[in-house]
C-alpha cells in the first residue's frame, strides 16, 4: 500500500551494527505496528503503538526499540544486530476496526 | 499456548475452480478473524475479515466461514484466477487489536 512506506527496502548489514528501520504513512492512523516475518511463518509482533505516547511491546520485541516520533512516524531499531534477526520486517497501520494496513516490507540481512 | 495456525502450507488449484483454504484457531476469546492475501514482494493485504458472532460473511468473489464449535475458520474463492496466486494468512484478534497470524497457505493456480 503506497500510503505505508518504509525505508529501507532491502539492508546487509554486519553483526554488532545498529539498524534503524523507518515507517511513513499518510493514513492518519493512530495506531502503529511493526512485524517480523520468518520464511514458511507468519507475521509475529515486534512493538505497537496507539498513539504517540503510547509505545507496547508486542510478543518479540527483545533485542528491538522503537521510537514513535509523530503520528505518521514509526522507526523500529536493532541495537546491535545479530544473525537471527535476519528477516522481512513489516510496519502497519490502523485506525477504528481490525484491518490493518501494511507498508511493502524492508528485507533485512545480518551477516 | 494459544495459537492460529493453517491445515496445509501448500494448495494447487485449477484456473476457474473454486480454492478452500482452511484455518483452526484456539483462541475462543477472539473477536475477530481476518484474512490476509500476500504476493511475492509485497505487504500482506486485507481481503475479508468477520466478527465472532457471526458464521458467514461474504465479499467480492470470496466468503468466509466461521464454525466457532470446532474452532475452524474457511476462505473460499470462487473462480480461482491467475492473481489469486498467492500466499494466505489467517489472523485473529481480540478487541486489543493485536494480530495473531497462522503460518500461512501458499496458493497455486494452475493454468
Known amino acids: 500500500d503506497a500510503d505505508v512506506t518504509q525505508t529501507p527496502r532491502n539492508r546487509i548489514t554486519k553483526t554488532g551494527k545498529r539498524i534503524m528501520l523507518e515507517c511513513s504513512q499518510t493514513k492518519g492512523h493512530d495506531r502503529m505496528y511493526w512485524y517480523r516475518q520468518d520464511p514458511g511463518l507468519g507475521l509475529r509482533l515486534i512493538y505497537y503503538?496507539?498513539?504517540?505516547?503510547?509505545?507496547n511491546k508486542g510478543e518479540i520485541s527483545d533485542g528491538y526499540s522503537v521510537s514513535r516520533q509523530a503520528q505518521a512516524k514509526f522507526s523500529l531499531s536493532l541495537e546491535s544486530a545479530i544473525p537471527n534477526q535476519t528477516a522481512l520486517y513489516f510496519c502497519?497501520?490502523?485506525?477504528?476496526?481490525?484491518?490493518?494496513?501494511f507498508g511493502p516490507g524492508t528485507r533485512l540481512t545480518v551477516l | 499456548g494459544e495459537s492460529v495456525g493453517l491445515h496445509l502450507p501448500t494448495l494447487s488449484v485449477q484456473e476457474g475452480d473454486n480454492s478452500i483454504i482452511n484455518c483452526a484457531y484456539s483462541n475462543s476469546a477472539s473477536d475477530y478473524f481476518i484474512w490476509y492475501k500476500q504476493e511475492s514482494g509485497k505487504g500482506p493485504q486485507f481481503i475479508i475479515d468477520i466478527r465472532s458472532n457471526m458464521d458467514k460473511r461474504q465479499g467480492q468473489r470470496v466468503t468466509v466461514l466461521l464454525n466457532k464449535t470446532v474452532k475452524h475458520l474457511s476462505l473460499q474463492i470462487a473462480a480461482t484466477q491467475p492473481g489469486d496466486s498467492a500466499v494466505y494468512f489467517c489472523a485473529e484478534t481480540t478487541n486489543d487489536y493485536k494480530l495473531s497470524f497462522g503460518a500461512g497457505t501458499t496458493v497455486t493456480v494452475r493454468a
Open positions: 503503538s496507539f498513539d504517540v505516547k503510547d509505545i
Open positions: 502497519a497501520t490502523a485506525s477504528r476496526g481490525p484491518e490493518q494496513f
